[in-house]
């Protein structure tokens, strides 16, 4: 299936990972897997999630000012506790929790009331649900995998007719998802503890097609995924095709009450500019507290992000991945007619700001939000080899605090020299 427009346009989405593993502030399900935090005191954490302060609204205006397109929240994590009111047995907040109600149409309704696309995050994996454990990856990229007891059967206990009820229980479970409330994208994760087949994948993407065949996978419902998932580790080249990095605003997925290892506003924007600008969105996560509000520092970086994403917005939005590397220091952004380049400067330009390699003709170079033309001249180049492209630096007034953008209008569409020079 082709990309969905609004996905590539987006640029821009938030991550939230919201259950009870907020209460404590353990690791979302991996602290009873890693037997870090013995089963019993996790699951705990259902007496004591209260959503008291859930406010969905406000969670969609913050996310808007942030410039994001898109969310995507955890519907359902490892630990298999559902945040709606599922008919899949009774492990939700909904049921087991003082929250007591639904914690995703209200999401899903405020997302779309600001005009952002709505994602959901579920979890292949399960590991609560007493059908889960009774399979084995036939060749799992970590052989702790068939050791860990919530992951895996133990060897010759495997149980293919409690497996199925697995698969139903998940089916019905997306299902529920998918017709409740039709989710734009869904953000399937675990995948790693089964083979595709095991999976029944196709069976699955189907289900979902059926109801909505616009609806986004990522790469985690492996061959029916529409988009890679770079996780943390941010790319150095590009992946294949549509792709989207995630990346914690601190260093944990959810809420954990120690963690104040922000990255600062400038590094996010560095991390916008870098992803935008080899065409991938970022997904940046953030972690609510067990009351449902998102930490003021966090929501802080959110607020500082989308300043500089307002003020920059024509080089986010619509634009396409820019220069490959080596022309200019520092990421671009390229204009869907490919006649406007977005150059980034994360450091103040000193004297000139240079481009090489560009064979367009230059029509204007102008400071992207305060409107200053800069003086500009190509010095240099020999037959088909084209000069330098000298940029006179930006007044002291017109330098961003995060990273300056410097418009480069062309004369016709980008056309780049991508050789060695004259022999
Ligand atoms: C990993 C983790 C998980 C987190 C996810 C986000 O797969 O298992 O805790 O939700 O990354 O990408």
């Not at 397109?69 to 003082?98: E, F, I």
């Not at 995703?104 to 454990?133: C, F, M």
């Not at 087949?197 to 616009?214: F, K, M, R, S, T």
């Not at 003020?311 to 820019?322: L, R």
Request: charged share 25%; aromatic share 10%; hydrophobic share 40%.
């Amino acid at each position: 299936m082709p990309m969905q427009p609004w996905f590539r346009d987006a640029k821009l989405g938030i991550f939230l990972h919201y259950g009870i593993y907020a209460v404590d502030g353990v690791p979302e399900s991996w602290a009873f897997y890693d037997g870090d935090v013995p089963h019993e005191r996790y699951m705990s954490q259902l007496d004591r999630f209260t959503a008291s302060d859930y406010d969905p609204r406000a969670w969609a205006a913050l996310f808007a000012r942030a410039g994001a397109r898109y969310a995507v929240l955890t519907a359902r994590h490892h630990d298999g506790v559902a945040l709606w009111d599922t008919g899949q047995g009774d492990l939700s907040v909904v049921a087991r929790s003082p929250a007591g109600r639904d914690l995703i149409a209200g999401y899903t309704e405020a997302l779309r009331d600001q005009g952002l696309k709505v994602g959901l995050y579920y979890s292949h994996s399960d590991w609560n649900h007493p059908d889960y454990a009774t399979a084995v990856h036939p060749e799992p990229h970590d052989e702790e995998i068939r050791t860990n007891r919530y992951a895996s059967a133990r060897p010759g206990e495997e149980d293919p007719a409690a497996w199925a009820r697995f698969l139903a229980y998940r089916d019905a479970q997306v299902g529920e998802l998918v017709n409740r409330y039709r989710p734009d994208l869904l953000w399937f994760d675990g995948e790693w503890e089964r083979s595709e087949e095991q999976w029944g994948l196709d069976a699955l993407a189907g289900l979902i097609l059926a109801a909505n065949p616009d609806t986004v996978l990522n790469a985690r419902m492996l061959r029916h995924g529409d988009y890679a998932t770079p996780e943390q580790g941010v790319p150095v080249v590009a992946p294949d095709g549509p792709w989207e990095l995630c990346l914690t605003v601190n260093d944990s997925w959810g809420f954990r009450h120690h963690d104040h290892h922000h990255k600062s506003v400038r590094q996010l924007v560095r991390h916008l500019a870098e992803t935008i600008g080899m065409g991938g969105n970022l997904l940046l996560a953030v972690g609510p507290r067990e009351d449902g509000t998102i930490p003021a520092e966090q929501a802080a970086r959110l607020e500082g992000l989308g300043e500089w994403v307002a003020k920059h917005s024509t080089a986010v939005y619509g634009t396409v991945a820019g220069l490959p590397a080596g022309h200019h220091y520092g990421p671009s952004t390229l204009s869907s007619d490919r006649r406007t380049l977005y150059l980034m400067c994360f450091d103040t330009p000193r004297e000139t700001v240079s481009l090489r390699g560009l064979r367009t003709p230059v029509r204007r170079v102008s400071v992207l939000g305060r409107g200053t033309a800069l003086g500009h001249r190509v010095v240099g180049g020999l037959g088909e080899v084209p000069g330098v492209l000298w940029i006179d630096a930006p007044p002291a007034a017109d330098v961003d605090d995060c990273a300056t953008v410097l418009a480069v209008e062309l004369d016709g569409e980008l056309e780049l020299y991508r050789g060695a020079g004259r022999d």
